[in-house]
């Protein structure tokens, strides 16, 4: 089949400008200790958002909120002490927007991750998560990251009413961040964009309120 020069069929270019995500960079993190978090500047369309939200009330756990056009992967409560993680496919909209989370009155703790395709993303599937709350050592959880497809982040997060020292990750995690001088909430990752991996995550007994929950998130 022959085409005159500069005319091609449409089905041609449509399928030339549609390009497979093969890539994820950790592009930008944002904490908080109120009961919104900013989303980090340089938010663009197509970019996955991780959002934690830990939360602890004085007479029962906060109520949760999952925040427009978020949704809710992993939440686990004890006593006093909620933790939520929720992702979004951004729209833009939220960089350098108040985005709302639980209110605990006696301590908020919120965390956010931006991952970047090398195209926009357009979809985004969470794993089945693993969490566990409890006052005593959480048994440790192992993320089934090596049956995923790529590219794909694993997330876990760490809470409690104490700080949490160790706190184990494994295969070695690409970062973490925390919001808080006592270090009582972490949110770790790891990327694949090749040869996942499982991940193996724990962390020690710190007292009450302890909570870890962990999953992969596949994205196309």
């Not at 041609?12 to 549609?18: G, I, Q, S």
């Not at 934690?52 to 009330?57: H, P, Q």
């Not at 690409?174 to 770790?188: F, K, Q």
Request: aromatic share 6%; net charge negative; with cysteine.
């Amino acid at each position: 089949m022959s085409f005159l020069p500069g005319h091609f069929p449409a089905a041609v270019l449509e399928d030339a400008e549609v390009a497979p995500l093969t890539t994820l960079t950790q592009v930008a993190s944002n904490t908080s200790i109120a009961s919104t978090i900013t989303g980090p500047a340089g938010i663009v369309a197509g970019d996955l958002l991780v959002y934690f939200d830990n939360a602890r009330g004085s007479s029962g756990a906060p109520t949760t909120v999952t925040p427009s056009g978020f949704s809710l992967v992993a939440t686990n409560t004890i006593g006093n002490d909620r933790q939520n993680i929720s992702i979004k496919i951004a729209t833009g909209a939220e960089a350098n927007a108040a985005i709302a989370g639980m209110n605990g009155t006696d301590s908020n703790q919120k965390l956010m991750y931006v991952f970047r395709g090398d195209v926009p993303i357009l979809a985004a599937n969470a794993s089945t998560p693993n969490g566990e709350a409890t006052n005593g050592n959480p048994s440790d959880q192992n993320v089934l990251s090596s049956a995923g497809v790529v590219p794909l982040v694993v997330i876990a997060g760490y809470g409690s009413e104490s700080g949490i020292d160790p706190r184990t990750f494994t295969p070695t995690k690409d970062g973490e961040i925390n919001v808080t001088s006592n270090n009582d909430a972490w949110l770790a990752y790891k990327i694949y964009n090749s040869s996942p991996a499982d991940v193996n995550v724990d962390m020690t007994d710190e007292g009450n309120g302890n909570i870890i929950q962990s999953f992969y998130v596949a994205c196309s």
